[in-house]
């Protein structure tokens, strides 16, 4: 049995550990409020771009504009957003793995980072990689998804590129965070029948400027808002997946340190009792 | 006609918060094809803002901001405003604007080969924008 003494270091130490996580606890549930917050407030916004631009190109049909015909260049640009830092349960390894086992081949592509952990995991697969964002996920603000978003549509538009990706992670509650994988562009028609039927109740709309004018200057605004979209979603998941594993974290601690009390009031035990044991033997033989 | 009825929906969201919400008489703003005053019943439409003025006729008043870029959708009874840049004027620093409309103004001057005259153009746009406001 392990001494007195080994028992009672090891308690501590698993004591100050579980210190330690129940402060990170407390700072990411402050944190997770923030950024649930702050993403609740865009939300409105996102949906609306979305349905926009599904309705005008409803509306444009099989228009024939860069942004929407597929490119011959075969390079794919993912914008990956991960964290800058560590002990956030799968958070960051759930975006890599989307990646590395998704069915982009790996040499088609070329990343566009944000999040230090994401960067480092995938230089080790050795993919390539392009500018560092990682500074951007600290506190995410729009101008940075403008920057982000116009050096990719430049890449895009003079041929470097042929298809932008976007992977994050979803918050979807405080619980469920979904790592996804989406196509930024060329833009892809999704289900939008009804989203365009509810939107401006069947009344045929009108662009000024014309709709492929119009799209030249509004998708870059979607490309923008959507990469916004995603870096604040992005550090709420991070915040909320956080929160969970140092809860689990110090739940694991009290355990580890209610085993170790009694394993070390039983040794303590054992030791009294064998003292008393030598103390009575000794006495016994002197008389 | 009643006065109800000639009012309509306003509602202006940034990618950060809902910037204004309520209902409104006329708005007026500039649109890369020019300005644009919109009443009640306005045809289904959708425009691109260019940096200009917002002028929101409400019942009981004018409220005025400086918006920058965006899109805004009019329907005949609301008009959405998705605007990225939108401030009111107690928002605007004076004397930055003042300092990057004579800053836009100098680029612009000076046709120097390497600047991007589009952009400073818009910076200009910009500057002017936040400077009426303050002083309308």
Known sequence: ?287 | MAEDNKKFAVKIITPDRTFYEGEATMVEFNTTEGEIGVYKNHIPLTVIVKPGVLTITEDDGVKKAAIHSGFVEILGDSVTFLAEVIEWPNEIDEQRAMAAKERAERLIREKDPKTDIARAETALMRAMARINVIKA
Do not use: W
């Open chain 1, 1 to 287: 049995m392990a001494s007195m003494r080994d028992i009672k270091r090891r308690k501590s130490s698993i004591q100050s550990t579980g210190q330690i996580t129940k402060a990170m606890k407390l700072v990411s549930t402050v944190k997770l409020q923030r950024s649930k917050q702050a993403a609740q407030n865009s939300k409105g916004y996102f949906d609306y771009m979305y349905k926009t631009v599904q309705s005008m190109l409803a509306k444009a049909g099989n228009i024939d504009h860069p942004y929407v015909n597929t490119s011959e260049c075969k390079k794919k640009a993912v914008i990956m957003i991960t964290g800058n830092r560590g002990l956030a349960g799968g958070y960051n390894s759930n975006v890599v793995k989307l990646i590395t086992r998704g069915n982009l081949p790996k040499e088609d592509l070329i990343l566009y980072t944000l999040g230090h952990k994401g960067r480092e995991a995938m230089h080790r697969y050795g993919y390539e990689l392009a500018e560092d964002y990682s500074t951007m996920i600290d506190a995410p603000e729009y101008i940075d998804a403008m920057r982000l978003s116009s050096v990719l549509l430049n890449a895009y538009r003079n041929g470097e590129i042929g298809e932008i990706y976007l992977a994050y992670t979803r918050f979807k509650n405080t619980v469920v965070h979904e790592p996804v994988l989406m196509k930024l562009l060329p833009v892809e028609k999704g289900e939008e029948t009804d989203v365009v039927e509810t939107n401006a109740g069947n009344v045929p709309m009108n662009f000024e400027p014309a709709e492929d004018e119009a799209l030249d200057m509004i998708i870059p605004k979607y490309v923008t808002s959507i990469i916004y979209g995603a870096m604040i979603e992005s550090v709420a998941s991070e915040n909320g997946a956080r929160m969970q594993a140092m809860d689990n974290a110090t739940t694991n601690a009290e355990e580890m340190i209610e085993k170790l009390t009694l394993q070390y009031n039983r040794a303590r035990q054992g030791s009294i009792t064998q003292e008393l044991t030598e103390i009575i033997a000794g006495s016994q033989a002197q008389n």
